[in-house]
């Protein structure tokens, strides 16, 4: 066989060292790819690779598998992995998305039944679906697309108010169009005006808050009810709550609330009264 000048060991290590690992989808910022397309060939090229990869397939490729080692009546020891389970993508993409997967099972079987073990008639409850945000504590940056314009949005145009600065002489306007992953994004225009006491304690409190929104809310419909000449508590709040945290490193929170009578009129099995899988989070 007769070698090429582009086929010899010098040319091949020329080429070799010109190859570019491509950016590796996933991987978290700071990690070279190098290295892990290097530890993906040694992986691969392993004599226990097969086995390995179906106890990864076994657990959805979970990015932190939890491994769990435990010894047989005959004195092996055995090593299973387990799915970590953590619900931040950063953390587990894998683990994450079958989390996101089940929430949408549970909310669309509370929204419109029809699978696991909800009636379809359930779509004819009243619901809502309500957002709860918590107030502003002072400007701070945003990224986003402007939907009512098709564009992206400015941080802040100063188009609306002016070129106003604050007491502390910081601009209270940003030209600047964020992109989602701007290190700025969520952080205060002036941090001297900042209301970082009221963010903390609003932060703090949010679960309670929300817990004191569920008791105002059976009180508000127990006595309309009342008014109404219905008996309280004849009809039921459920809900599926998701907490979401915000940029600006706050949380909020989505939730579908939904009203169940009790004992329901078309007799279809429906717990009105009961406890039900999709109640709280
Ligand atoms: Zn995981
Ligand atoms: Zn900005
Ligand atoms: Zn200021």
Known sequence: MTLTPSHTP????AAAAAVTIPVLPGLPTGIDSTDVVVQMVRRAASRGFESWWRKAENV??????IHLSGIDTFGRQHLVF????????????????????????????GL?????????????????LARLTAPSFGPVHTAGDDTHRSHAR?????????????PHGKPLWCSTIHGDNDAQVGQPLCEDCYD??????????????????TISLRRLLDSHLRAIGEPAKSVHINYVKVAE??????????????????????????RGDQPEKHRRR
């Open 60 to 65: 959805g490729f979970c990015a932190n598998p």
């Open 196 to 213: 970082y006491t009221g963010h903390t304690l609003f932060a703090w409190h949010a679960p309670e808050l929300w817990r004191r929104f």
């Open 245 to 270: 945290m915000q940029r600006r490193a706050i949380p909020h929170f989505h939730a579908v609330i939904r009203l169940d009578g009790s004992p329901l009129p078309n007799g279809t099995g429906e």
């Open 82 to 109: 387990t799915r970590c389970n953590n619900r931040r993508a950063v953390a587990c993409p894998s683990c994450s998305d079958l989390y996101a997967r089940d929430t949408w099972q549970l909310v669309h079987a």
């Open 112 to 128: 419109h039944g029809g699978h696991h073990d909800m009636p379809t008639t359930i779509a004819g409850h009243p619901q809502v």
């Open 154 to 166: 400015r941080c802040h145009d100063p188009g609306h108010r002016g070129y106003i600065r604050c």
């Open 10 to 13: 010098a040319a091949a290590a």
